[in-house]
């Protein structure tokens, strides 16, 4: 099938919606309104395609979208502490949108703004490139920062997202993508019984705000030790300060080093046969399970409820400055910044 392309209206804007699809019944919509990964459905053991991603009933929702369903996040993801960062010896102050922090890039980021839509149609995979140019003082970050982002659908059932920005002077650049994963098809159980499995040591240490410290946890006789399989809810019905002042998982896994022989996570609902292994090259990614909620209405007449979905967040480390003394996330304009992650999709 060939890629289909609409044109929608999103509340006062007019949007690009894009659907890729591969010979497996696994369907992919996007839209260009940052860059938004919409839904995704694969087939269950049965054969039964169904969604495998919170969406909003409404497409008119992305236009506010406050949980950044499927939105690409940028500059950087996450929270910087006190809305300051140092780069070059200098530092600079940015809008704080989450008490005194500044998260995900900013009111009105990439993420909230509509980016250029590049086709491409081959016999083994679909992909759609979407392009962004995040002016020099768009939310206080110096230097103009020139992103794309590609995704690539493959007859094997493999979602890639391919980052690639450059910058014509030092910046900060730290991507994602915020999709919510629910294995069980059409959001009909929350991810409690999710069987999760992490490549990871340790997770980074944070203050009661949920801003990293520098300091590491390490997982071995915690609520996080995911390094064999266990059911999500040992971590999200736990007792520990940890979770509860996160009022779930919301914590930077440091990822182990990869290897295409295994992934770095695995998620799988045991009842629908459905798996999702993700590869990375990436050292750190954030596991959070929809803890704040809104009551949106979303599809297959789903209201968003706590731990109905899992995002995880691909992404730099974000606790340890430079040797320089500049943020982790600082790019120059002779360091293109480059980012892969790879969403798998089988059966149990």
């Known amino acids: 099938m060939a890629i289909e392309h609409y044109k929608r209206r999103m509340g006062e804007h007019e949007i690009e919606q894009i659907i890729l699809t591969n010979k497996n019944g696994m369907r992919v919509e996007l839209i260009n ?6 839904d995704v459905r694969v087939p269950d053991k049965y054969g039964v395609a169904e969604s495998v991603t919170l969406a909003y009933d409404d497409l008119a ?9 499927g939105a690409i996040v940028g500059r950087v993801a996450g929270r910087i502490e006190g809305s300051r960062f140092q780069l070059g010896g200098q530092e600079y102050a940015l809008p704080a949108n989450t008490g005194a922090h500044h998260l995900h890039g900013g009111a009105g980021a990439m993420s909230h703004q509509p980016w250029r839509v590049h086709l491409n149609d081959d016999a083994d995979w679909q992909s759609v490139r979407f392009e962004y140019v995040s002016p020099a003082g768009e939310n206080a970050y110096p230097a103009q920062l020139n992103v794309s982002v590609t995704y690539l659908l493959t007859q094997d059932n493999t979602l890639s997202i391919n980052y690639h920005a450059d910058a ?23 991810v ?6 992490v490549d990871a040591d340790a997770v980074c240490a944070m203050s009661d705000d949920l801003i990293v410290t520098g300091d590491a946890w390490l997982v071995a006789g915690s609520v996080f030790d995911f390094r064999a399989a266990q059911p999500l809810a040992q971590a999200l019905h736990s007792d520990d300060r940890r979770i509860l002042l996160a009022q779930g ?4 896994f440091i990822l182990n080093r990869h290897s295409r022989e295994k992934p770095q996570i695995s998620l799988s609902d045991e009842i629908s046969g459905r798996r999702l292994r993700v590869w990375t090259n ?16 979303l599809r297959h007449g789903k209201i968003g409820a706590q731990h109905d979905a899992l995002c995880i967040e691909t992404q730099k480390l974000p606790h340890q400055r430079l040797p320089n003394g500049d943020h982790p996330a600082a790019i120059y304009p002779e360091q293109a910044y480059t980012q892969r992650t790879d969403f798998c ?3 149990l």
């Open 249 to 252: 998982l919301d914590h930077y």
């Open 33 to 38: 309104w940052g860059a938004t990964l919409v």
């Open 61 to 69: 929702m992305y236009e506010a979208n406050p949980s950044y369903f």
């Open 282 to 297: 990436q050292p750190c990614a954030v596991l959070y399970a929809h803890n704040y909620p809104s009551s949106e209405v």
């Open 168 to 190: 014509d002077a030092p910046t900060l650049c730290n991507l994602t993508n915020h999709a919510y994963f629910n294995l069980s098809g059409n959001a009909r159980r929350t």
């Open 345 to 347: 999709f089988d059966i």
């Open 192 to 197: 409690h019984e999710h069987r999760l499995q």
